[in-house]
């Protein structure tokens, strides 16, 4: 796969620019803010974990970089595109093209097999030879013998390679990751780990993730810590992965 | 097969829960609509068709005034294609070689009966034969009774004015043998183009001009359309559904089944709606994925309504195919009823209620919260947003209700119909909100009992809205099953009760005042009492408060009683059946007034106190109106417009006395020694009438029970969906208490508790509603009387419970019967 030198060839502006970013939400009596005046900015190819506790802000960041959500105030630039200026339909053909997901739940579709699952994105994104892609990521997942099997034959780890596959099949330039180890035991959670890092690296795809797992943020370029709905960047500013 | 088409594929669809119970949902719905609809228009053909028999056409127009019709009347008829006969029917003495009698003829052309058969007898040993056409020229065909009288036999000349016509056939029965009392002498049936050689008819003479008519519904609508401002006074047009006898009957059942399909209408229209709804809530976490993935909300608009499209094809298809044996079921079912074959009639008009019925239901139940499914924030697929608080489904409601008032109307046309039921249930669900949410609200303060009962309880509350909500469904199903079933019994009640087996089958007219002694004694020793005997005197209604009644009387109102002579009678005791509607019976002793019947008042307007001519014969007596009161036409008891009291205003009147008895088939021959010893009395037999009847108060009760049944399960369906729609949670629920140690029979006891206790409130509820809508039905469109049934009231609470609770039972098996770490993953 070249497609990530080609990119970072013709385009070096960040992969995300996160400026000002607030997010209130109305209560019945009054407002709460859950994020404060965040900004930074995540390089192409980086891979980033957001860490926090619970209730930090930190999924809701999450949503508003990836565009599921749009903000208060600030501006979210991905992939060179202001998603706080584009209409939720515009987001989603962003998101067709460009964004890849895995989540804690797997969130796959329950009447669909592990092959279906994976080729769904690829059809959306009107891809070509969904089906011949599908398989070979399912196969590169280690699950070349699952193929027909639907999730609830699956136990939580190979549902959560299914996922991932999904989320690398429609080839996206940044992949945003939600507790992907959060529903998992230690050791299915590592493996399931391994080959997200593994396919990201290969595929050269931006990672952002966020995590509870000490172990994975680690794995990741850049650690951004959250609190209170505020950044506060560590103290290791952002480098490659080691 | 690629993913995004499976996404919409309906077989994928089959195995999701909520889908299943929206396409048998949909499915019944059209299957039932389409049942009722086309064996409503099969039975209403069938009955039409034997009830026309009793007009020997589909319609009569008969002329009283002595005048034929103007010739370019038929001519019109059968240039629309309309079949057309004619009847000549008037009273003359005919001779024989002993002796002459009067006799009431009726002279036919060739085409009658247009609808219906003659029963004839070659002979008076021979077998009685059915036969489709009259006598020809040259012929006649005599009431055996007018053998006996004349002392003629087959093959003997009978003189009838000028003319000499050979006895051919003995008369049995002929189609529109009717029960008539103008018509009490013996019959004679001969060709109407023998008519004018007989001399018997001129100008101004008695005779009564009657045409019939056969044909399509539509094209006989559009004739009478042209043909009714053309018509006198003296014209009556007559229809099956004009006729007095067997009209009421028609209608009633025609209403039911009316009511019937209705009913099916508004129980499919609540499945659909409470099962989509739930499907949609179900569909948010998919449809935030794939926006998440990347589908635009036009994208899941198009697969949604892709997706329902499919469901609608689905629907319409598969009740097509349930309902189309079911109907060759039904049409078998009633030619069993009728012992003869009937036609199938696949009217495709009856089709149409069902695919709108389709296209309703899915556009206006189900469409509305799966169209809201585009606006699920994709945030959705990081962290639960609040779900629908159900304010969103206002509009939804307001457009279910307007769908259903215009599918309820178009089915029923009655707006009358649709507003009682569209009320009631309004009502119904005002009241069930309050009565639901006070006794969810009691069931919390209930303490003690043992655990199952206390964990049942905390259900109802826990589930408080999903209960009251399936309280609503369940109440409003049970009302709507139990006024049908309500309705049916009391429908079925009235015609038994009037209808029963020893009826009267056998009417003497004519009885001299005295003979009625000896009368009664010859009927009392064979074992066939006489109903009470009644005076008859026969007189027209001339003035009215000193006016003419013709000029009194509005010219648009075709008094049928004006025109003919009435049958004035004079009673001491009201009989049974009659009812005072306005003013007084006559007391003891009373001598002034007359009691009047209450459709002939209300047609002519007339008051209390209005004063009545009446000429009878060359005397004329006035008497004020003092009371009004309603008669039961079908009961075939003698039946009178006009009551005077004893010693009143017909004394020294000529009267002769007439009555009614039962007479069984195999005393039928005691008749002969009577008209040998009693001559001058006629005998009216009707017990072949009232077989007919019978007859089709049978074919009608089949059809109800039949429609019943399907309504049934319609409701059954509801319930289902209902049920089906807190299931997961329940599983869930069930599974996390197995797991914390609940023992399977304390979790299957207080779920059974649970709906037991649901159906005991829906079945209490519901049944109070339905007495309401059967008391409004009955004020409204049944002309019952109200009483409260408490062999219903009783029970339906007690089975709804039992039934809920084995329902609950068992939908609950898998969480029973599973272990609940697999079950805990699977609802995952």
Redesign the interface.
């Known amino acids: 796969m070249n497609q990530m030198t080609d990119l970072t060839k013709t385009d070096s502006s960040p992969m995300l620019r996160v400026s000002d970013l607030t997010h209130r939400v109305s209560l019945e009596t009054d407002t709460l803010t859950i994020l404060q005046g965040v900004s930074l900015e995540i390089n192409r190819g980086e891979s980033v974990a957001i860490v926090g506790r619970s209730g930090s802000g930190k999924t809701t960041l999450l949503g508003l970089l990836a565009g599921l959500d749009t903000p208060t105030e600030g501006t979210v630039e991905l992939d060179g595109s202001v998603i706080s200026k584009l209409s939720e339909d515009e987001r989603a053909k962003l998101r067709a093209r460009r964004v890849g997901f895995v989540f804690q739940s797997f969130q796959l579709l329950p009447a669909l097999t592990a092959l279906e699952n994976v080729m769904l994105p690829l059809e959306l994104a009107g891809m070509e030879a969904p089906e011949q892609r599908a398989r070979e990521l399912l196969e590169r997942v280690g699950l070349g013998e699952r193929l027909n099997h639907t999730p609830r034959q699956l136990s939580g780890g190979e549902q959560q390679r299914v996922a991932i596959a999904r989320a690398f099949a429609s080839d996206p330039a940044i992949l945003f990751a939600d507790e992907p180890t959060g529903n998992l035991d230690n050791r299915t959670g590592q493996a399931v780990s391994d080959l997200l890092m593994d396919l990201n690296r290969e595929q050269g795809t931006t990672l952002v993730m966020v995590t509870h797992d000490e172990h994975l943020a680690e794995r990741c370029g850049r650690q951004l810590h959250i609190e209170a709905g505020m950044l506060t960047e560590p103290d290791l500013a952002g480098g490659p992965a080691h | 097969m690629?993913?995004?088409k499976?996404?919409m594929s309906v077989s994928?669809d089959w195995?999701?829960r909520d889908v299943r119970v929206v396409l048998v949902a949909l499915i019944i719905a059209v299957a039932t609509v389409a049942t009722i609809a086309l064996f409503a228009s099969q039975l209403q053909r069938t009955l039409v068709s034997s009830a026309s028999s009793f007009l020997a056409a589909d319609r009569q127009l008969e002329a009283e005034n002595g005048r034929p019709i103007p010739l370019e009347w038929l001519e019109d008829a059968q240039s629309r294609g309309l079949e057309t006969g004619r009847m000549v029917e008037f009273s003359t003495m005919v001779f024989g070689e002993s002796g002459f009698q009067l006799v009431s003829v009726k002279a036919v052309s060739d085409e009658y009966p247009l609808r219906g058969e003659i029963e004839i007898q070659p002979g008076a040993e021979e077998p009685r034969q059915i036969v489709s056409q009259g006598p020809g020229p040259g012929q006649v065909w005599v009431n055996p009774r007018l053998l006996r009288l004349l002392e003629l036999d087959i093959g003997d000349t009978l003189e009838v004015g000028n003319l000499k016509l050979e006895i051919t056939r003995l008369l049995i029965r002929e189609p529109d043998g009717g029960f008539r009392l103008s018509s009490l002498a013996p019959r004679v049936m001969m060709h109407v183009d023998d008519v004018a050689a007989t001399g018997v008819v001129q100008e101004g003479s008695r005779v009564e001009y009657v045409y019939l008519f056969a044909g399509d519904e539509g094209v006989l609508d559009d004739y009478y359309q042209w043909l009714e401002p053309q018509l006198e006074p003296s014209h009556e047009w007559e229809g099956v559904r004009d006729g007095e006898t067997f009209s009421r009957s028609l209608e009633r059942a025609e209403r039911f089944l009316l009511l019937g399909g209705s009913l099916a209408v508004l129980l499919a229209a609540v499945a659909v709606a409470v099962a989509s709804r739930q499907y949609a809530l179900s569909q948010r976490?998919?449809v935030a994925?794939?926006?998440?993935?990347?589908?635009?909300?036009?994208?899941i608009g198009e697969l949604y309504l892709r997706r329902l499209s499919l469901w609608g094809i689905v629907g319409v298809l598969g009740g097509l195919a349930v309902a189309l044996p079911l109907f060759w079921l039904l049409v078998r079912l009633l030619s069993d009823v009728l012992e003869r074959p009937v036609d199938f009639y696949l009217d495709p008009a009856a089709l149409t209620p069902a695919l709108l019925t389709a296209l309703v239901s899915l556009f206006a139940f189900a469409y509305p919260p799966i169209r809201r499914l585009r606006n699920v924030?994709?945030?959705r697929?990081?962290?639960s947003q609040p779900g629908e608080t159900g304010r969103e489904a206002i509009p939804d409601i307001l457009l279910a209700v307007v769908a259903v008032f215009g599918l309820v109307w178009m089915y029923a046309g009655e707006l009358m119909l649709v507003a009682a039921l569209l009320g009631g249930l309004v009502l119904l669900l005002g009241v069930l909100g309050l009565l639901g949410w006070g006794m969810v609200a009691l069931l919390r303060r209930v303490k003690g009992g043992g655990n199952s009962w206390r964990l049942a309880l905390v259900g109802l509350y826990r589930h408080r809205r999903a209960s009251m909500a399936q309280m609503a469904v369940f109440a409003m199903t049970l009302m709507l099953a139990a006024t049908l079933v309500l309705v049916r019994s009391s429908l079925l009640d009235d015609w038994q009760a009037q209808l029963p087996d020893d009826a009267p089958n056998h009417f003497l007219i004519n009885i001299a005042p005295d003979a009625v002694d000896d009368v009664e004694e010859f009927w009392a020793t064979r074992g066939a009492p006489l109903e009470t005997l009644y005076p008859m005197v026969r007189g027209r209604l001339t003035e009215l408060n000193g006016e003419p009644v013709k000029e009194a009387v509005s010219k648009d109102e075709r008094v049928g009683a004006l025109n003919r002579e009435l049958n004035l009678t004079w009673m001491a005791e009201l009989p049974e059946d009659n009812r005072i509607v306005d003013g007084q019976w006559f007391g003891p002793g009373e001598t002034e007034g007359v009691s009047v019947e209450a459709e002939l008042a209300e047609k002519l307007g007339l008051q209390l106190g209005d004063r009545l001519t009446f000429t009878i014969g060359s005397s004329k007596v006035t008497e004020p109106v003092t009371s009004i009161r309603t008669v039961q036409w079908d009961s075939m008891k003698p039946n009178f417009y006009m009551a005077f009291p004893p010693d009143g205003g017909l004394t020294d009147m000529p009267a002769t006395w007439i009555t009614a008895f039962y007479l069984n088939t195999d005393n039928k021959l005691a008749l002969n020694d009577f008209s040998r010893q009693f001559p001058t009395v006629s005998v009216l037999e009707i017990d072949h009438i009232i077989d007919r009847i019978q007859q089709i108060v049978q074919q009608v009760t089949q059809a109800i029970e039949a429609i019943l049944a399907l309504i049934l399960a319609a409701a059954l369906v509801v319930m289902a969906a209902v049920v089906s729609a807190t299931l997961r949670d329940r599983q869930r629920e069930g599974a996390l208490l197995r797991t914390l140690g609940g023992q399977q029979s304390l979790l299957a006891r207080s779920t059974m508790l649970e709906f037991a206790l649901l159906g005991f409130f829906a079945g209490t509820l519901g049944v109070i509603a339905a007495e309401g809508a059967v008391y409004a039905l009955q004020a409204g469109m049944f002309e019952g009387t109200f009483r409260w049934h408490w062999q219903v009231m009783l029970p339906v609470p007690l089975i709804a419970a039992v039934l809920l609770a084995l329902f609950g039972r068992w939908q609950l098996r898998p969480v029973l019967s599973v272990s609940p770490m697999l079950l805990l993953?699977?609802l995952e």
């Open positions: 690629g993913a995004s499976k996404l994928r195995r999701e976490d998919t994925l794939l926006k998440t993935l990347g589908l635009s909300s036009r994208g924030p994709a945030m697929v990081l962290r993953r699977r």
